[in-house]
């Protein structure tokens, strides 16, 4: 891993990077260049130059990015060689859904614990986990030496559940929980808000709608304007 200070939106696209180079390895592509790398992550292709610099990595003239070595420096750099300890907290739809997802563990993220407080789901076996009650959270953080936890709980909840993981030795936060949460300073969240995303989308779809509308105005005008219609 490089020591060399590397931007937050550099960091932010290097998982983009990586996904396109895992589809194009599994495709059975060996090199790729900047071009063709920029297509597939949707960037320019000076921003992937620069971005891969940090790295050291420059690729090499005329030829491209190894694809198979690119893909194992900036796993390095994210940290995914590594077995990082990770706990759901909250097992209702979308905790069961990210338990059953095997993504993780193929990225480096084992689900050590499956915690929640209601006493109808501890107990409950879900992916081959048993989940335990929130209570024991921190035993089971330190038996576990778990450092990530993923927060998909009711957002009245959320802030009081994340005080008792920092407090329990949870450094980093995943937060699916609809809630605008402090942590304290060397702790790092993140946020997935699903309906901001949905309404981003819907942001787009109304502009192609709006814009599909103006091209068939024009085009309309345009028919009339060669063969007016008969009055």
């Known amino acids: 891993m490089t020591t060399r200070q590397i931007p ?43 971005d891969l610099s940090y790295l050291g990595s420059y690729g090499t003239r005329g ?8 893909i194992h420096q900036i796993s390095r750099e994210l940290g995914l060689t590594q077995d990082w300890a990770t706990c759901i907290v909250g097992v209702g739809n979308l905790g069961k859904a ?7 563990a193929e990225r480096g993220f084992r689900i050590a614990a499956l915690l929640d407080v209601s006493l109808g789901k501890v107990g409950e076996m879900i992916a081959g986990m048993e989940v335990q009650h929130f209570d ?39 937060n699916f929980a609809p809630a605008v949460l402090t942590v304290p300073e060397g702790v790092s969240l993140r946020k997935v808000d699903l309906s901001i995303e949905l ?20 085009a309309r005008r345009r028919l009339d304007a060669v063969d007016p219609p008969l009055a």
Do not use: C, W
């Open 136 to 174: 024991d959270v921190e035993r089971i953080v330190k038996e576990e030496e778990i450092s990530i936890a993923i927060l998909a709980v009711p957002g009245a909840v959320a802030q009081d559940v994340t005080d008792r993981l920092i407090t329990a030795g949870i450094s980093s936060v995943l």
């Open 98 to 104: 990210l338990a059953d997802y095997g993504g993780f």
């Open 63 to 70: 030829v491209g990015y190894d694809v198979e070595y690119l």
């Open 199 to 218: 309404q981003i989308l819907s942001f787009y779809e109304q502009r192609k709608v709006a814009e599909e509308s103006v091209r068939r105005g024009t």
């Open 8 to 50: 937050e939106a550099s960091v932010a696209r290097l998982p983009v990077y990586l996904r396109a180079l895992v589809d194009m390895a599994e495709r059975g592509t060996h090199t790729v260049s900047s071009d063709a790398l920029a297509e597939a992550a949707g960037v320019n292709s000076a921003k992937i130059r620069k």
